[in-house]
């Protein structure tokens, strides 16, 4: 007996109801959704400090011309002290702006003149050297001091720091699975994520003039390395 179109149709409605209603039985029972968290507590090993000069003139380019004079200058002593990893140096921001009058004239040439300033930041992890040198380069202003954790440091914590996260979870669900009567539990899915959370700088200051051997005064702070692992688990009978 050959179908029909409509019989054929019939048949695949009846299929996709009876995958539904399968999967409406299959529906998972007594799942619980948890999350544990681990952390540790390490020194911050990173540090960056950004000075700035500032030129004004009543023509941009003089003013440009005199911020890249006095930046190579900086540049020149900063460079004696350059040791990869522990002292780096990079060019910050270069802004130059006009200065306009108090009150514009309608129809006029309301700028008077220019104000231009340029960035140069050292950073790395040693912090004494960072300081000195920042001292040291007495014509330009600290602007900002920033702390961090270095890569290495982080990623020497972070196994150790997941591990006893998993372990808080695992224990975690099987707290539960004995408080709600059953044996045991199955994992049924699972996330990993970590970050890490710098602590407030404790003592910073701007320097608008320092001798030559005055260093920057800085003192590095805490980061907190944390691993959290979230996820769902369906308790199992005894």
């Known amino acids: 007996m050959r179908l029909k179109p409509a019989h054929w149709l019939a048949l695949a409605l009846l299929a996709t109801a009876a995958v539904a209603q399968a999967q409406v039985q299959a529906a998972p ?3 619980v959704n948890l999350n ?3 952390s540790i507590e390490l020194p911050q090993d990173l540090l960056a400090i950004t ?3 500032t030129r004004e003139g009543v023509e941009p380019a ?6 890249r004079q006095a930046l190579d200058s900086a540049l020149i002593e900063a460079r004696k002290a350059v040791r990869a990893g522990q002292l780096d140096l990079r060019t910050g921001a270069f802004s130059l702006s006009p200065r306009y009058t108090a009150k514009p004239t309608p129809g006029g040439n309301n700028i008077t003149g220019w104000l231009g300033r340029a960035e140069l930041v050292i950073e790395g992890k040693d912090i004494a050297a960072i300081s000195q040198l920042a001292g040291r380069l007495s014509t330009l202003q600290v602007v900002r001091t920033v702390f961090g954790l270095s890569r290495e440091a ?8 997941a591990a ?3 372990s808080r979870f695992r224990a975690r669900a099987q707290a539960y699975a004995q408080h709600f009567g059953f044996g045991s539990y199955v994992l049924r899915e699972v996330t990993v994520g970590g970050g890490e959370v710098g602590a407030p700088l404790l ?4 320097m608008s003039s320092a001798t030559a051997d005055e260093a920057q005064p800085v003192e590095a702070g805490k980061a907190v390395v944390s691993v959290t692992v979230s996820g769902s688990i369906q308790l199992s009978p005894p």
């Not at 003089?62 to 911020?67: E, F, H, I, K, T």
């Not at 003592?203 to 701007?206: D, G, H, K, M, Q």
């Open 164 to 166: 006893q996260a998993i």
């Open 62 to 67: 003089a003013v440009q011309a005199q911020l």
């Open 29 to 31: 029972q007594n799942v």
């Open 51 to 53: 000075l700035s000069i």
């Open 203 to 206: 003592r910073a200051r701007l």
């Open 36 to 38: 544990a968290e681990a």
């Open 154 to 161: 982080r990623e020497k914590v972070e196994a150790e720091v």
